[in-house]
């Protein structure tokens, strides 16, 4: 909620805007809630290992059941963040008015997937290479700015937006802002990318994990 306040006075004081039809607040709290779920899965599944070491000396407990429990306790958090969000605009009067429904529970159930994904990835690495999970928080810093949170990709100088095109997060944000709002479009969301990018991390991930099960359980 600071966030989009404060996002939201510096729109206002710049005087741009993103469309007529679209309230600012809005376009922030379908950025921010998605990214924050994504990141939130993603870094906390990165600890979920040594956070849970206690619960693996009973047999039913597996490692990854951690990063399982931690991303749908996340995913529960920001639906209800969302219901939240919701009401404060209407009751706010903004534009809650979304073009579609099911092209945005999509996009907020893809990137929590991508987030589980790179989240197995980076845990089994890092449990084993503890630097490399600071070397991952601190390449969160940067993508907060680069990911499309509060602008769109159609808004920025074509030298950019050909840049920025590779970075997977704003491939999503695209994908949430177009089925939500009526005068934003998916133009620009490559949904193969997206795609390569989920089953890669994943597929590593697990095959990682695989492996070394038995490592993390006795460790």
């Known amino acids: ?5 404060v996002f939201s006075v510096i729109k206002e004081l710049l005087g741009r ?22 990141k939130a899965i993603a870094l906390k599944s990165m600890d979920a290992f040594n956070a849970n070491k206690g619960l693996f000396v009973y047999k039913q407990v597996k490692p990854i059941d951690t990063i399982i429990s931690r ?16 009401f ?7 534009n809650i008015e979304c073009k579609n429904i099911l092209g945005v529970l999509l996009g907020y159930i893809w990137i929590a997937l991508f987030g589980i994904s790179l989240g197995i990835f980076f845990a089994v690495i890092g449990f084993f290479y503890e630097n490399f999970k600071n ?16 602008y769109t990709l159609d808004s920025l100088p074509k030298i950019a937006r050909d840049i ?3 970075n997977p997060v704003i491939n999503f944000m695209e994908m949430i802002h177009g089925n939500y709002f009526y005068s934003l479009d998916t133009d620009y969301v490559n949904y193969t990318y997206m795609l390569f990018w989920t089953l890669i991390p994943m597929f ?3 095959w990682l994990y695989k492996n070394s099960e038995k490592k993390i359980i006795m460790s």
Not at 1 to 5: D, E, N
Not at 18 to 37: E, Q, R
Request: glycine share 6%; net charge negative.
């Open 17 to 38: 805007k993103i469309a007529n039809d679209i309230d600012y607040p809005v376009f922030l709290a379908t950025s921010f809630i998605a990214y924050n779920m994504f």
């Open 135 to 150: 070397i991952i928080k601190i390449m969160f810093l940067p993508l907060f700015f680069l990911s499309g949170l509060f």
């Open 88 to 94: 404060i605009g209407w009751f706010m009067g903004f």
């Open 1 to 5: 909620m600071a966030m989009i306040i």
């Open 164 to 166: 920025l095109i590779y």
């Open 71 to 86: 991303s749908l306790i996340e995913v529960l958090i920001s639906g209800v963040i969302t219901l939240i969000f919701l």
């Open 204 to 206: 590593f991930g697990l």
